[in-house]
């Protein structure tokens, strides 16, 4: 889970519309939030990830569900409130449920920074505050075969990646020619947009690599070498923002 930000509230949702569509929900039960006018900017402020689990939302295998903070059985005044809509998948949309986040809040990417309520351990979130293991549980985060798993595939690309890494550094460190200088420098690049918001399950991955004392370790050698490239830095320093604690 990483910290987002929401975008400001599309023009479709006005105060007439909020009401006309909340009026609709409690007098037919209707899905009223199904529009595109709502999804659309929740997917792309999430960059198109759920934003509990970070798992993609645009394949047609994982569609998109707006999922109400404040459950929309109990808050049926907040089915079309900005501020109350996210977006997820159905599976941490239906772990979620009718929970009542008033009384046993959990995380709101939105609003709170997920670094502050969890650390990682081995592919797993863990809970540093009541608000962070309140959202590992309701949230089912932790889902061994579709959570765990998927982070752990990405880890071992990452690692094997890191491998790869190093033995073009040597190769550089042979030749110094441009071609092996630049052999490297891809390698690392796409490493760390792996790390990026954009990228799935990036707290997981960016936690791993940056933390990583072999890949700490290459990233001092190739500053040493002059091999530290801008563009790099700045994607280094992207993902460094969502590495959270180890435990
Ligand atoms: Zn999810």
């Known amino acids: 889970m990483i910290k987002l930000i929401r975008e400001s509230k599309p023009t479709y949702l006005s105060d007439e519309k909020v009401l006309e569509l909340t009026e609709k929900f409690k007098s037919t039960k209707s899905s009223v939030w199904n529009n595109n006018h709502i999804k659309i900017p929740l997917l792309r402020s999430s960059y198109g990830k759920c934003a509990y689990c970070e798992c993609p939302l645009t394949s047609e295998s994982n569609y ?3 999922e109400h903070f404040e459950d929309k059985n109990h808050n ?64 089912n985060l932790n889902h061994r075969s579709r959570l765990v798993l998927s982070r752990f595939e990405i880890g071992e690309k990452i690692d094997e ?3 790869i890494a190093w033995e073009r550094y040597s190769i550089f ?40 004392s072999k890949f700490i370790d290459l990233v001092s050698v190739m500053k040493a070498n002059g091999l530290w490239v801008d563009e790099l830095e700045c994607l280094m320093n992207t993902g460094s923002i969502l590495v959270l604690d180890c435990t």
């Open 64 to 66: 998109m569900e707006v």
């Open 76 to 139: 049926e005044d907040k089915v079309v409130i900005w501020e109350n809509l996210l977006p997820s998948c159905k599976k941490c949309n239906g772990s979620k449920g009718t929970h009542n986040v008033i009384q046993e809040p959990i995380i709101n990417p939105y609003v709170d920074e997920p670094k502050d309520h969890l650390s990682m351990r081995l592919y797993r979130f863990r809970g540093k505050t009541d608000k962070g293991k309140n959202t590992i549980e309701v949230t």
């Open 161 to 163: 990646l890191v491998d």
């Open 173 to 212: 460190h042979e030749k110094r020619d441009t071609r092996s200088k630049n052999k490297l420098i891809s390698v690392i690049e796409g490493l760390l947009e792996e790390c990026q918001p954009k990228s799935n399950y990036s707290a997981s991955t960016a936690t791993n690599l940056l933390t990583d």
